[in-house]
């Protein structure tokens, strides 16, 4: 009996993504794969045995000017949006003083014709 082979799988084929982040040997150049060792952590290269260390990731200036410039658009949205709000609740706030004053200075004045 030969065995069938399982071409689908039970639940279909499926296609995994996987991100990768690999070190060049700095001695023979050669490409470590990083992507589950910690940073400042010490690799040991296995085609020359060198020991290296994987450094801190650092985004380039692009990504941090980009970044820095979406929270100073972010703060001046959110400081425009609390304003227009302080000044609707103000507003609010203000014209129901008017009608109070104006409802009494009428009651005076009615009193005072009286
Ligand atoms: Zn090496």
């Excluded at 040991?44 to 929270?71: E, H, I, M």
């Amino acid at each position: 009996m030969s065995e069938i082979p399982n071409l689908t799988g039970n639940t279909g084929i499926e296609i995994k993504k996987k991100l990768s982040y690999l070190l060049t040997c700095p001695k023979c150049s050669s490409d470590i794969d990083v992507t589950d060792i910690k940073s400042n952590a010490h690799i040991q290269c296995k085609g020359c045995n060198n020991v290296t260390w994987r450094p801190d990731y650092n985004p380039p200036w692009w990504a941090k000017t980009k970044n820095f410039v979406l929270s100073l658009i972010g703060t001046l949205i959110i400081g425009i949006v609390s304003t227009y709000i302080v000044n609707k609740i103000f507003e609010k706030e203000k014209m129901e003083l008017n009608n109070t004053e104006n409802s009494i200075s009428g009651k005076k004045t009615n009193t005072n014709g009286n």
